[in-house]
């Protein structure tokens, strides 16, 4: 069993920058998948980023060259890096892992507004 806690989500002006931060319960180097999801209501889920053990890496066509995701095997820790923020990219983001099933955060609000 693996548990994912978000941090770094807010309210940031259109054009700001934010950081979220995942923190695992357990290590992570073994674990093939790790990526970002994002949800505003009436909406399906969606990822944002994903990346694997091996480095390779994935995002949304909508984020590409804004949002970087990585990861940190010594601590445990996926990250976003979200930049150039609009006002569409409001939405709760979920961490999400799979590793001999499929494991989510909680959410972290992210609101972009003027």
């Known amino acids: 069993q693996v548990q994912l806690v978000e941090s770094g989500g807010g309210l940031v002006q259109p054009g700001g920058s934010l950081r979220l931060s995942c923190a695992a319960s357990?290590?992570?180097?073994?674990?093939?998948?790790m990526g970002w999801y994002r949800q505003v209501p009436g909406k399906q889920r969606e990822l944002v980023a994903s990346i694997t053990l091996g480095g390779t890496i994935n995002y949304a066509e909508s984020v590409k060259g804004r949002f970087t995701i990585s990861r940190d095997n010594a601590k445990n820790t996926v990250y976003l890096q979200m930049n150039t923020l609009k006002v569409e990219d409001t939405a709760v983001y979920y961490c999400?892992?799979?590793?001999?099933?499929?494991?989510w955060g909680q959410g972290t609000q992210v609101a972009v507004s003027s």
């Open positions: 357990r290590n992570i180097f073994n674990i093939p998948v």
């Open positions: 999400n892992v799979k590793f001999f099933g499929e494991y």
